[in-house]
Nanobody, 123 residues
Framework: QVKLVESGGGLVQPGGSLRLSCATS????????IGWFRQAPGKDREGVAC????????YYADSAKDRFTISKDKSNNTLYLQMNSLQLEDTAVYYC????????????????WGQGTQVTVSL
C-alpha cells in the first residue's frame, strides 16, 4: 500500500528557507515518478518539482527554478524539497505525490497523494 506523509511546513519570513520531507512506504522510490505540488487558497493545484522514474532527472516549474531543489534519499525512502528565497506567493499547502508516469502539468493524473503540509510566508 502506497503511503506518503509530508512534514516540515511552517511559518517563514520572505527570503527565508524551509525543507519539506515526504516519508514514503509501499513502493521503491526509483520505480515511481515522485514530486511536489502546491495549492494556494482559491487556486488550482500546481506542480512544483518532480523526479522522473524514466531517467532520474529532476523537473521544475518556472516558479521553482533556481530557488527550490528536489531530492530523494533511498536509504530512508524520503523525498525532500529544499525551498530557498521564499516569497509571499509561495504560501500554499504543499503535497507530495507519486505515480508510475505522470507530468507536473497534470496533477489529476497522479494516483497517490499525501495529506499536505502548510507553508506560510509572511512578514
Amino acid at each position: 500500500q502506497v503511503k506518503l506523509v509530508e512534514s516540515g511546513g511552517g511559518l517563514v519570513q520572505p527570503g527565508g528557507s524551509l525543507r519539506l520531507s515526504c516519508a514514503t512506504s509501499g513502493f521503491a522510490l526509483d520505480d515511481y515518478t515522485i514530486g511536489w505540488f502546491r495549492q494556494a487558497p482559491g487556486k488550482d493545484r500546481e506542480g512544483v518539482a518532480c523526479i522522473s522514474s524514466a531517467d532520474g532527472a529532476s523537473y521544475y516549474a518556472d516558479s521553482a527554478k533556481d530557488r527550490f531543489t528536489i531530492s530523494k534519499d533511498k536509504s530512508n525512502n524520503t523525498l525532500y524539497l529544499q525551498m530557498n528565497s521564499l516569497q509571499l506567493e509561495d504560501t500554499a499547502v504543499y503535497y507530495c505525490a507519486a505515480d508510475w508516469w505522470a507530468s507536473l502539468r497534470t496533477p489529476s493524473e497522479w494516483d497517490y497523494w499525501g495529506q499536505g503540509t502548510q507553508v506560510t510566508v509572511s512578514l
